[in-house]
């Protein structure tokens, strides 16, 4: 179908657009869209391949409902992502559609988003709204739900159909257009949703899978293995792409194994590269340590690793440098098969294994469809090619049956775990959505989980429900105000009720102590024990007293708290200036765990600070400057210089030790900041 047909559907405007983008056909998959209702207010779930033409079917559905008048709501899985949507929709801005995007804290509720026609979010960002009352989300007419397969995740899949269900509550005639990898219950979903299913296995570029082993590759057609050639070593692989002009993605097991693999094949990456200073310059603009060094070097000569111990600035500048071709092979752990679209002629998947919480384990199916799902970059490579690396021809033999002929996993809902049905059933009483018994079990009726059992969550709920009345959160399925204030906080119930026990206790607490307090709940991600840890308990030792909880060493809890302690001692570390190189060599961490633990602390520390006020507790003041010491990782002193822009922790630290202690102090000794900071910065600074 050629683009000029829509026109009777958006306008020649749109049209235009398309074509200034490339497009100047739709995709067979987008054109059955178009035929079973793209243009009408019908329900849709999309389930094909990666880069097959997703996204621009909900561009297009989103533009016909802002003609109409209408209001959208795109949500993503991760925050990176939503970035990624919002500048690509901002290209319709050109015709005056308004673009939003909101991933920022929570407790806030983004009136000014009532002015978009779009608005791309997370779907946790789209619940806390929901909990914070943000009247737009009333007024919605179309939800575009991307990746929706996440449903089956067992961290955040809950969320995302509960998402689902209360938006249909609250704006009964909204339309839902659901986008998903290729799922062999993709039907499930759709009939859930009342939804026309678009299923197609059809691709831009052609994907052929192999499965290799010492000397051997074996393609995989029409169900068989045949071999193809001898290949000789997997780096044999990689060149000769290099050499035809492709990129190659590496999927390893570990962060520590695709950073050696990264090094060691920049060896034959560094004869493929131009001039990839600049990016190597930016890799170390935030962080010089170890880790940042060994990339930047890495980068230089045309190769990098991704896990998520980047830090932002770093995955954001490898990301762009793949996607123009200056990053010739990137080597990445499988969190970046469900995460960032980054296309290449071949992936490798050097090991099919995943490490997690300590154990390797074979990854899913469904995870190799998304890596293999990568080859091919559509426009520049005639086909891709996906090959897993294995030991021996047995081995490959086995692989190949489990992972090229065998079938994605079906998605399951993970709503029925305890803390997900208490996190939620707090937020529909507190929201109004629920306010009797029989209003939560019809709810619940609505979602996915319920579509998918034969058994109600009865009794789980009616546990829930005098678990919370005993917390002060609700009374008779009305929220009280403290349940409301959790709620709106968007932590865990438990959470909240761990600090409300902690501050009914203690009218004093440590640094050290409140830092553990927050650690101790189930919102805080805990560092783990490393065989070299040995001094955290000597630590402990001398510390001991600050603390308001410690468990007998005999105790089966001992092991955790330790995690709790050994991740409370880096926070501490974090808020008195010690280095951020220091901190990640002590705990044996990269630079990108230890913002991601400070960002969740900082909102734990807001959420325990909220929570003290409303209590009128004389710790409410300590809580909030322990919130902004974390936020800029200071001590108390320096607070009133890190509030001015372009001024981070060692700048201010520099301009305190000179007796620069404020705003002030820094317009009147201009001079002596300026050269302890430069001029340019002093001046971005007062302007
Ligand atoms: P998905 O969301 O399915 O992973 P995308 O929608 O991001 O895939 O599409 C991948 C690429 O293909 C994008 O660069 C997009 O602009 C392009 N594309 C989509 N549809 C067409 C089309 N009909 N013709 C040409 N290019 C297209």
Redesign the pocket.
């Given at each position: 179908m050629n683009v000029d047909a829509l026109s009777d559907h958006l306008s020649k405007y749109v049209v235009d657009i398309l074509k200034k983008?490339?497009?100047?056909?739709?995709?067979p998959p987008?054109e059955e869209a178009v035929r079973k209702g793209l243009f009408s207010n019908k329900n849709l779930v999309v389930a094909?391949?990666?880069?097959?033409?997703?996204?621009?079917i909900a561009e297009l559905a989103m533009i016909y409902e802002v003609i109409r008048g209408g209001k959208c709501l795109y949500t993503v899985p991760l925050r990176a992502l939503a970035g990624e949507k919002f500048e690509e929709f901002s290209k319709w801005e050109e015709i005056g559609v308004k673009i939003g995007i909101s991933t920022g804290d929570y407790e806030s509720r983004d009136e000014w988003l009532g002015e978009c026609d779009i608005v791309v979010t997370t779907s946790e960002k789209a619940d806390s709204l929901l909990r914070n009352e943000a009247s737009w989300l009333r007024n919605l007419s179309l939800l575009v739900v991307d990746e929706i397969h996440l449903i089956d995740s067992a961290k955040r899949g809950a969320t995302l159909e509960v998402l689902i269900a209360k938006l249909k509550k609250l704006n009964p005639n909204l339309r839902i257009i659901a986008?998903s990898a290729t799922i062999p219950n993709a039907d499930e979903i759709a009939e859930w949703l009342n939804a026309e299913l678009i299923k197609s296995e059809w691709r831009?570029t052609p994907l052929y899978e192999y499965v290799f082993y010492p000397g051997r590759l074996l393609k995989f057609e029409n169900g068989f293995l045949r071999e193809v050639k001898a290949e000789s070593s997997i780096e044999r692989l990689i060149v000769r792409t290099l050499e035809e002009g492709g990129q190659v993605l590496v999927f390893e097991s570990t962060r520590r194994n695709a950073e050696s693999y990264a090094v060691k094949i920049s060896g034959y990456t560094k004869e493929f590269v131009e001039d990839n200073s600049d990016v190597a310059e930016k890799v170390l603009e935030e962080n010089e340590g170890e880790m940042s060094r060994k990339l930047s070097e890495c980068v230089k000569l045309g190769s990098a690793f991704h896990h998520a111990g980047l830090l932002n600035s770093q995955r954001v500048a490898i990301e762009k440098a793949f996607r123009e071709g200056r990053i010739k092979v990137l080597v990445a752990t499988p969190t970046l098969a469900a995460g960032v679209?980054l296309p290449a002629r071949r992936v490798i998947l050097k090991s099919y294994r995943r490490y997690d919480s300590g154990a390797y384990a074979p990854i899913m199916v469904s995870e190799y469809k998304q890596m293999a799902g990568r080859a091919g970059r559509?426009?520049l490579d005639e086909y891709g090619e996906a090959i897993i690396v294995t030991k021996t021809r047995d081995e490959a033999l086995k692989v190949a049956e489990r992972y090229l002929a065998g079938e994605p996993e079906k998605v399951i809902s993970k709503l029925g775990s305890e803390t997900h049905l208490r996190f939620h059933t707090l937020s529909l009483i507190s929201e109004g959505i629920a306010s009797s018994f029989e209003d939560l079990l019809d709810f619940y009726s609505t979602t996915f989980f319920a579509y998918q059992n034969e058994f109600t969550l009865e009794w789980e709920i009616r546990r829930i429900v005098l678990q919370l009345e005993k917390w002060g959160m609700i009374v008779e399925y009305a929220p009280t105000s403290f349940g409301k204030l959790v709620s709106k906080l968007y932590i865990d119930p438990l959470s909240g009720f761990i600090f409300k026990e902690e501050l009914s206790k203690f009218d004093e607490l440590s640094d050290l102590a409140m830092l553990h307090l927050i650690c101790r709940t189930p919102d805080m991600e805990l560092l783990s024990i490393r065989k070299a840890d040995g001094w955290i308990e000597n630590e402990l030792e001398n510390l001991r007293e600050e603390l308001t909880y410690y468990p007998s060493i005999y105790s089966a809890e001992y092991d955790f708290f330790l995690r709790e302690f050994k991740t409370a001692l880096c926070l501490y570390d974090w808020i008195n200036e010690r280095d951020e190189d220091i901190i990640c060599e002590k705990y044996g961490i990269a630079p990108g765990d230890l913002r991601r633990i400070v960002e969740t602390a900082e909102w734990l520390m807001h959420s325990l600070r909220r929570i003290a006020e409303h209590l009128s507790h004389n710790l409410a003041s300590k809580a909030l400057k322990l919130e902004m010491r974390l936020k800029y990782g200071v001590k108390e002193e320096l607070l009133d210089l890190v509030k001015l822009k372009n001024v981070g922790r060692k700048r201010a630290r520099k301009l305190y030790n000179a007796g620069i202690r404020n705003l002030e102090d820094l317009i009147q000794n201009r001079k002596i900041a300026e050269k302890l900071i430069g001029s340019r910065i002093v001046e971005k600074i007062l302007s």
């Open positions: 983008r490339g497009i100047e056909r739709l995709y987008q094909i391949p990666t880069a097959s033409g997703k996204t621009l986008l831009p679209n559509p426009g």
